[in-house]
């Protein structure tokens, strides 16, 4: 039953929080990881028993993402430890069990089946992951854990009032509203429209401000450049990818509703606008984790871009939600190592870390040609099917300037990349004595595995599973 | 039924006009908090009847919104020297003139909304609106991280108003659940908000500052 997905990490953290020893504390996570593997590939594989139904259920959209989260989340579970004894000086009770909570409410988003207990879970995520940036306790890390809270409640507050504006569309309309998802996309054709659209905007505004779209990104540089690589790797891949399942949750409302058009004009905007943004920002960016929290804000336009679209569109962003979660994982985790190595996370203090870590630079660079869409890597094919969605909707201009962007992104990522990863080792390099060890590069290298693996083939179960929740987004039920 | 809770309404609207004019943290505190007394009383009264979950969920919003959070806020007060909200970005006058807007801005486009004829006949969609966009004002204008949660829970307040028109479709659950939301995200931010004093010294989010392109 879908329940277990979220006892089970809960359960977890329980435990984590009662394990007295420091040192045994961080393998919780991978194991953790684990079960839950162990968990997804059961529900997967099961028809689903209705336990918790009508509430909680795994449709097709939520399949493809809890199976995605278990994933993502067991390879940083197995950097945890390596990453948790290096920083034995500071106590890690609290940021262990945080994360398994964390975990536990991305997957109850993705699996609940109701509008209004969806938004208390994402709220709940907002609040697990404040202390999670918060683990280094300087200065900075203080400002960014604020912002990231006071910015991320205030927007998620409207989400609220837009879940109350939908729920309002079917009571103006004389229908006893239970705000769960079934029966919305029942009633979705007589709901009263003007409160559909502007509910639709307030959801797309509160949850496209936790996905990180421009202009609601303002909290992402700060949040991601402050926070561990290993919790950075979690927010992009993860919490951003759930903010885009809710947002997916209204789109299908009006897609159902017959608002699909509305919908979509919105979404192309938001989705260029980031990518615009983005780009603006990446070209000379001086800081190489503030530059991957802009990726995260051009790769979020991305995935709505897709869905705005249409069509073949929306397989491509479903894809790649996906392809870009684990490439976020490489460079996020890859990038944590830089910066613990070299103490900074300026490009003028870091250069040379070819020479210095050869197998995190080296994954870094991989994981930066991956991003950016480069053949063979997964992101190559999610990007190349929403542009031949682009096409042939005849949409030339979107694809034009879509193309222009990814350009721009790629010129202005590789010119930090390359800056860090190329030329003599700084005398930066000399500041920690950390250098590359199996913990601390084995499950990045199987993330990039993964991306390259998606680029080269899609498994099966995982194209039919793509296919199921790109036809619950197509088709009006 | 639709008169007392219109009068509790009123007494929310006044409220967001005192948030507005005053200088002292406490009593920005104590008036957000009061507030939270009145809106377990307005959800009572919006139910139309007294059952078991009713009674219930009023009392959670009292205790919550009106005791447990307010107290966090108050305690952080009691640890620093500053009593006041020095130089907002816009005065205490002008607040009240924009507050004073925003709430006849809120009547007027109500009355443009296609509401049920239940809910035209109250004030809750107007109340709801103006308090909402109180809170935008205190969250925006005000440089103390303090008023700044105050902002935000007047914020949430205002949709918490906007939720009397829905009290049969959400569930207890979803309800208490926000409010539980709600209270642990006060209470992050009173533990953040210790640190920003022992690390600045002050409550001021102008230090906040170091983070830009």
């Known amino acids: ?477 | 039924m639709e008169e007392t809770l219109d009068l509790v309404l009123v007494g929310v609207l006044l409220l967001n006009f005192l948030m507005l004019g005053t200088s002292r943290l406490k009593a920005a505190i104590h008036f957000a908090g009061m507030q939270g007394v009145l809106l377990g009383a307005a959800l009572f009264i919006a139910h139309g009847h007294a059952s078991g979950r009713v009674f219930f969920l009023s009392i959670a919003t009292v205790a919550l919104k009106g005791i447990a959070i307010p107290s966090i806020l108050l305690r952080a007060t009691r640890n620093i020297s500053i009593r006041r909200e020095i130089e907002p970005f816009v005065g205490f006058t002008a607040s009240l003139v924009l507050g004073a807007l925003a709430t006849g801005l809120s009547l007027v486009f109500s009355r443009s909304l296609p509401l049920l004829d239940e809910h035209a006949a109250v004030l809750v969609v107007p109340a709801s609106f103006a308090t909402l966009l109180t809170g935008f004002l205190v969250l925006t204008t005000r440089r103390k991280a303090i008023t700044q949660v105050v902002g935000y829970l007047t914020l949430e307040n205002g949709i918490f108003v906007f939720g009397l028109t829905l009290v049969e479709a959400i569930p207890f659950l979803v309800e208490i659940g926000v409010l539980l939301d709600l209270f642990v995200a006060v209470f992050v931010m009173g533990i953040i908000m210790d640190h920003i004093h022992r690390e600045f010294s002050s409550l001021s989010t102008e230090h906040l500052t170091s983070l830009r392109e």
């Not at chain 1, 205030?154 to 006893?176: E, H, K, P, Q």
């Not at chain 1, 601390?440 to 179960?461: D, E, F, H, R, S």
Request: some cysteine.
């Open chain 1, 1 to 477: 039953m879908a329940l277990w997905l979220v006892i089970v990490p809960l359960g977890f953290a329980v435990v984590a929080f009662a394990t007295p020893g420091a040192r045994v504390r961080p393998w919780l996570l991978p194991a953790a990881g684990a079960t839950q593997l162990g968990v997804v590939a059961l529900e997967l594989v099961g028809r689903g028993d209705g336990v918790g139904a009508p509430w909680l259920g795994l449709d097709p959209i939520g399949r493809l993402v809890t199976g995605y989260l278990a994933v993502l989340f067991f390879l940083c579970a197995a950097y945890a430890p390596g990453y948790l004894a290096l920083r034995a000086d500071r106590p890690n009770r609290i940021f262990c069990s945080v994360m398994l909570v964390f975990f536990a409410m991305m997957n109850l988003i993705a699996s609940v089946q109701h509008l209004g207990l969806m938004w208390v879970a994402v709220e709940a995520t907002t609040l697990a992951s404040g202390p999670l940036l918060y683990f280094n306790r300087n200065p900075r890390s203080i400002e960014a854990t604020w912002k990231y809270l006071l910015i991320g409640s205030v927007g998620i507050a409207l989400a609220l009032l837009g879940t109350f504006f939908v729920a309002y569309s079917a009571l103006r309309a004389g229908i006893a509203t239970s705000m769960l998802l079934s029966d919305m996309l029942a009633s979705a054709p007589q709901l009263s429209r003007p409160w559909l659209h502007s509910g639709f905007v307030l959801a797309l505004v509160g949850y496209g401000t936790k996905m990180g779209l421009a202009p609601m990104h303002t909290w992402k540089p700060d949040a991601y450049g402050e926070a561990p690589g290993l919790v950075g790797a979690l927010l992009a891949g993860g919490l951003t990818s759930c903010a885009f399942v809710a947002i997916l949750r209204f789109f299908q409302i009006c897609v159902a509703a017959g608002e699909s058009e509305f919908a979509r004009t919105l979404l192309l905007f938001l989705g260029l606008f980031s990518m615009a943004v983005a780009g603006a920002f990446m070209v000379r960016q001086g800081d190489y984790k503030r530059m991957l929290a802009y990726s995260s804000v051009e790769h979020m336009g991305i995935l709505v871009l897709g869905i705005a679209i249409g069509g073949a569109g929306t397989f491509g962003a479903l894809l790649h939600l996906i392809n870009n979660g684990l490439s976020k994982g490489v460079l996020f985790l890859s990038a944590g190592n830089i910066h613990r190595a070299y103490g900074s996370k300026r490009t003028d203090d870091v250069s040379g870390a070819l020479s210095v870590l050869p197998a995190s630079a080296s994954l870094f660079l991989a994981g930066f040609f991956a991003i950016t869409g480069t053949p063979p890597f997964g992101p190559f094919v999610s990007e190349f099917t929403i542009l031949t969605a682009m096409m042939h909707a005849e949409r030339y201009a979107v694809a034009a300037a879509f193309l222009g962007l990814l350009v721009v992104v790629f010129v202005g990522m590789g010119s930090t990349v390359l800056a860090v990863v190329q030329g003599e080792p700084s005398e930066r390099s000399e500041a920690t004595p950390y250098r590359d060890g199996f913990l601390g590069v084995a499950p990045i290298a199987v993330l990039l595995a993964l991306v390259l693996g998606l680029g080269l083939w899609i498994p099966a179960p995982l194209l039919a599973l793509l296919r199921d929740a790109a036809a619950a987004l197509e088709i009006a039920r």
